[in-house]
């Protein structure tokens, strides 16, 4: 079992940035995948950025060059640095981890503000 617990969100005016931050507990591995999604009202589920143990990460079209992801494999925490962010980032971002199985947190609400 892998417990993913999300925290960073909050209401920011459009060009801010914020910091999210996931911390996995249970059986989770260095070398498991992690990343983050968003889902907005209305919308589907979509890929915001995933790296690897090995760092590569992969990005979403909408937030490429905006939004860093990282992780620290010591501390089994996976981070999402957003800059520039704007009204349409808007959504509850999931903390996801693929251990065997996927396991998602329970989201944390970003608001940007126009």
């Keep these: 079992q892998v417990q993913l617990v999300e925290s960073g969100g909050g209401l920011v005016q ?3 940035s914020l910091r999210l931050s996931c911390v996995a507990s249970g059986s989770i591995f260095s070398n498991d995948r ?3 999604y968003r889902q907005a009202p209305g919308k589907q589920r979509e ?7 090995g760092g590569i990460a992969i ?3 909408s937030v490429k060059g905006r939004f860093t992801i990282s992780r ?4 089994n925490t996976v981070y999402l640095q957003m800059n520039s962010l704007k ?5 509850v971002y999931y903390c996801n981890a693929i251990s065997g199985l996927v396991y998602w947190g329970q989201g944390t609400q970003v608001t940007v503000s126009s």
């Design 47 to 53: 890929l915001v950025a995933r790296v690897s143990s």
């Design 14 to 16: 459009a060009g801010g």
């Design 72 to 75: 620290d494999n010591a501390k």
């Design 34 to 36: 992690m990343g983050w």
């Design 59 to 61: 990005y979403g079209d």
């Design 87 to 91: 009204p349409e980032d808007t959504a």
